[in-house]
């Protein structure tokens, strides 16, 4: 079991900047591929970045690539999403994800544990 808690969402103004985190308890956190994904209103959940085991290789939605930046720091057992130049359409409820699997990075039901998500929205 690996239980999953984020932070670091709020409100900000377009192309404003926002951190999240996401702090793991439980089984050891490097076991897992990591991921951020968002669900706005409406809308299914969608993929927005991975990061390998060891932090090694990334993966990002073409809709943030360039923008976000995912890492994580597996002594402190925290992901980390920074997100810069923020846009309305990134207005959405974020979720950490953790894969034991961690081959197909871009699909929600390959993850085994969740966050509750926090909420972002970026006002225009």
């Known amino acids: 079991q690996v239980q999953l808690v984020e932070s670091g969402g709020g409100l900000v103004q377009a192309g404003g900047s926002l951190r999240l985190s996401c702090a793991a308890s439980?089984?050891?956190?490097?076991?897992?591929?990591m991921g951020w994904f968002r669900q706005a209103p409406g809308k299914e959940r969608e993929f927005v970045a991975a990061?390998?085991?060891?932090?090694?290789?990334?993966a990002y939605a073409d809709s943030v690539k360039g923008r976000f930046t995912i890492s994580r720091n597996n002594a402190e057992r925290t992901l980390y999403l920074q997100m810069n130049s923020l846009k309305p359409e990134d207005t959405a409820v974020y979720y950490c994800?953790?894969?034991?699997?961690?081959?197909?990075?871009?699909?929600?039901?390959?993850?085994?544990?969740w966050g509750q998500g926090t909420q972002v929205t970026v006002s225009s």
């Open positions: 994800a953790a894969d034991s699997g961690g081959s197909s990075w871009t699909i929600p039901t390959e993850y085994d544990y």
């Open positions: 990061i390998s085991r060891s932090g090694g290789n990334t």
């Open positions: 439980g089984r050891a956190f490097s076991w897992y591929a």
